[in-house]
């Protein structure tokens, strides 16, 4: 924002309540999803973890509105990005079950509506950097580009799937990842839909990342075009990595250098957004695509009060945290109303007048809760397993605060060990009748079973059991993109033909792309 736009803007708030401002604002500010990975309910500080260091992230809580009731739309990494982009459960995309791998020729349908395409007919710009995860296919045609975004940089999946070498100064070798076997090509960058680097050097990464959505940034402000910047990091997922700002900088060891330094990726795209003044035009959503990856670890995260982790359909597989950040918009605190990354479409479509999709959608816009002070529209959240089909469906219901619990299954992410034995992977589906019913705002812990014969919450639990059979018989569930059979041939190679493959693929330095380099060598962010 100019001078003298700020000056306006000022003036304007003296004059008039926000609330009559907001009406009066552009319909087209920028947005900003910044999407960690793996990252638990209890993991950074505003969440109350003891000894995290995230600094920039207390910063935007402390700017922004805490969301205590977020949920993921699921509890791995492929469905819960598509659900996010799309604002649909990620069965109605072919998203399921499990996670696309790159082996594999399937991925987001070109058919889908993502955010990125219905922000284009308003004139916005697109870019998405880092960690996709919505398929490769042949040709690179599942790639960012084909979903409606004119910058792209990342890689098509974690590095878990691919090979690497070197994570953490000084020279410290990749914790859980298939480092020495032929599994895997070496991780490949992708500019668009061109590999120009592999292998990828971990240790500078987030670095190029921030160079090119701070570059992004700077140059949609010069030519006063709104943008939208997804920004998926690969911050917390394995194998977990730092470059030099953050190695050996935390008390949890090398998951908390991980965490240091997605916190300082999240500091310098807020930097450039502070620097070029257009904070208060600029929806900041920041958030994770699911629970911790608990089978780790120390090397995993924590998922705080919330039951099991990474996986399953406990509070603690789905449940997120979330920062909502614009100045002037949303009034600072911490929310304790019930939402999701499936309300994140809609609510980005209320703010930019963006025409919705004429498809089903599953999200909420929470505009009445974020800007006008009333309660969130949404009342009710399916819970759908990693390992969804026709034949179970949907696991758990929540309602208002009330969840409802008809299968339980634990998962080999969320511990083969843990001491809750109903996280660990050997812990089979079980079904419940009547279903187990909770009061999450008394209880999200999951302890404490109020579904007997004569509690007074019998009636909700009909209700909900009601809720649940009509809303899985409407579920259209599209062909799986996640099962079609492996080519190995798919895989990402900057040299195809080369041998031996996979190990041979490639081709560092290559000289028809540069990336933007940082304004200064030692920001830091806030």
């Given at each position: 924002?100019?001078k003298?736009?700020?000056?306006?803007?000022?003036?304007?708030?003296?004059?008039?309540?926000?609330?009559?401002?907001?009406t009066?604002?552009?319909?087209?500010?920028n947005?900003?999803?910044?999407?960690a990975?793996?990252?638990?309910?209890?993991?950074?500080e505003?969440?109350?973890?003891?000894?995290?260091?995230t600094?920039?992230?207390r910063?935007?809580?402390?700017?922004?509105?805490v969301?205590?009731q977020?949920?993921?739309?699921?509890?791995?990494?492929?469905?819960?990005?598509?659900?996010?982009?799309?604002?649909r459960?990620?069965?109605?995309?072919?998203i399921?079950?499990?996670?696309?791998n790159v082996k594999?020729?399937?991925?987001?349908?070109?058919?889908?509506?993502?955010?990125?395409?219905?922000?284009?007919?308003?004139?916005y710009?697109?870019?998405?950097?880092?960690?996709?995860?919505?398929?490769?296919?042949?040709?690179?045609?599942?790639?960012?580009?084909?979903?409606g975004?004119d910058?792209?940089?990342?890689?098509?999946?974690?590095?878990?799937q691919?090979?690497?070498?070197?994570?953490?100064?000084?020279?410290?070798?990749?914790?859980?990842?298939?480092?020495?076997?032929?599994?895997?090509?070496?991780?490949?960058?992708?500019?668009?839909?061109?590999?120009?680097?592999?292998?990828?050097d971990?240790?500078?990464l987030?670095?190029?990342?921030?160079?090119?959505?701070?570059?992004?940034?700077?140059?949609?402000?010069?030519?006063?075009?709104?943008?939208?910047?997804?920004?998926a990091?690969?911050?917390?997922?394995?194998?977990?990595?730092?470059?030099?700002?953050?190695?050996?900088?935390s008390?949890?060891?090398?998951?908390?250098?991980?965490?240091?330094?997605?916190?300082?990726e999240?500091?310098?795209i807020?930097q450039?957004?502070?620097?070029n003044?257009i904070?208060?035009?600029?929806?900041?959503?920041?958030?994770?695509d699911?629970?911790?990856?608990?089978?780790?670890?120390?090397?995993?995260?924590?998922?705080?009060?919330?039951?099991c982790?990474?996986?399953?359909?406990?509070?603690?597989?789905?449940?997120?945290?979330?920062?909502?950040?614009w100045?002037?918009?949303?009034?600072p605190?911490?929310?304790?109303?019930f939402?999701?990354?499936?309300?994140?479409?809609?609510?980005?479509?209320?703010?930019?007048?963006?025409?919705?999709?004429?498809?089903?959608?599953?999200?909420?816009?929470?505009?009445?809760?974020?800007?006008?002070?009333?309660?969130?529209v949404r009342?009710s959240?399916?819970?759908y397993?990693?390992?969804?089909?026709?034949?179970?469906?949907s696991?758990?219901?929540?309602?208002?605060?009330?969840?409802?619990?008809?299968y339980?299954?634990?998962?080999?992410?969320?511990?083969?060990?843990?001491?809750?034995?109903?996280?660990r992977?050997?812990?089979?589906?079980t079904?419940?009748?009547?279903?187990?019913?909770?009061?999450?705002?008394?209880?999200?812990?999951?302890?404490?079973?109020?579904?007997t014969?004569?509690?007074?919450?019998?009636?909700?639990?009909?209700?909900?059991?009601q809720?649940r059979?009509?809303?899985?018989?409407?579920?259209?569930?599209?062909?799986?993109?996640?099962?079609?059979p492996?080519?190995?041939?798919?895989?990402?190679?900057?040299?195809?033909?080369?041998?031996?493959?996979?190990?041979?693929?490639?081709?560092?330095?290559?000289?028809?792309?540069?990336?933007?380099?940082?304004?200064?060598?030692?920001?830091?962010?806030?």
């Amino acid at each position: 924002m100019t001078k003298h736009r700020c000056l306006s803007q000022c003036l304007l708030w003296i004059l008039f309540p926000p609330s009559f401002v907001y009406t009066l604002s552009t319909n087209h500010p920028n947005v900003v999803i910044f999407y960690a990975d793996d990252l638990g309910y209890g993991d950074i500080e505003p969440y109350g973890h003891p000894t995290s260091s995230t600094p920039n992230l207390r910063r935007l809580a402390a700017d922004g509105l805490v969301l205590t009731q977020f949920y993921s739309a699921a509890a791995v990494c492929s469905p819960s990005r598509a659900a996010l982009l799309t604002g649909r459960y990620q069965m109605r995309s072919g998203i399921y079950p499990g996670i696309i791998n790159v082996k594999r020729p399937g991925g987001l349908p070109l058919n889908e509506v993502t955010i990125a395409e219905m922000l284009k007919p308003e004139g916005y710009k697109s870019a998405a950097i880092g960690k996709w995860h919505l398929g490769l296919g042949n040709n690179s045609m599942y790639l960012p580009p084909s979903h409606g975004f004119d910058v792209s940089l990342g890689l098509p999946a974690s590095p878990a799937q691919c090979r690497c070498s070197i994570c953490f100064y000084p020279n410290v070798t990749c914790h859980s990842a298939p480092c020495h076997s032929d599994e895997y090509t070496p991780c490949a960058l992708f500019n668009g839909t061109k590999i120009v680097e592999q292998p990828v050097d971990l240790l500078t990464l987030d670095e190029k990342y921030v160079a090119e959505g701070r570059h992004f940034i700077r140059e949609n402000v010069k030519s006063e075009t709104p943008f939208f910047l997804y920004y998926a990091s690969h911050h917390t997922h394995q194998p977990q990595y730092a470059g030099k700002e953050t190695s050996g900088t935390s008390l949890r060891g090398r998951f908390g250098d991980s965490l240091a330094a997605l916190d300082w990726e999240v500091g310098q795209i807020y930097q450039e957004l502070e620097e070029n003044g257009i904070l208060d035009d600029t929806f900041f959503v920041f958030s994770s695509d699911n629970g911790p990856s608990l089978s780790l670890n120390t090397f995993g995260g924590n998922a705080g009060p919330m039951k099991c982790g990474k996986g399953t359909t406990y509070e603690g597989g789905m449940r997120v945290p979330a920062i909502i950040h614009w100045p002037g918009r949303i009034t600072p605190g911490r929310s304790f109303e019930f939402s999701s990354t499936l309300d994140i479409l809609p609510t980005i479509a209320s703010i930019t007048k963006a025409k919705l999709p004429a498809v089903t959608l599953d999200g909420y816009d929470m505009s009445p809760f974020l800007f006008d002070g009333m309660h969130s529209v949404r009342e009710s959240f399916f819970y759908y397993p990693p390992n969804v089909n026709t034949e179970y469906k949907s696991y758990a219901v929540r309602y208002k605060q009330y969840k409802a619990v008809f299968y339980t299954q634990g998962s080999r992410l969320s511990n083969r060990m843990n001491k809750d034995v109903d996280c660990r992977g050997s812990t089979q589906r079980t079904y419940h009748n009547p279903p187990m019913m909770f009061d999450l705002e008394q209880d999200p812990s999951e302890n404490y079973n109020l579904s007997t014969k004569h509690s007074p919450e019998k009636d909700i639990v009909e209700m909900i059991i009601q809720m649940r059979a009509d809303f899985d018989a409407r579920m259209v569930f599209a062909q799986s993109e996640t099962r079609k059979p492996k080519d190995d041939s798919l895989m990402p190679c900057c040299n195809r033909g080369c041998i031996p493959f996979p190990s041979c693929c490639h081709c560092i330095g290559n000289t028809s792309w540069k990336t933007p380099t940082l304004l200064d060598s030692d920001e830091k962010g806030f």
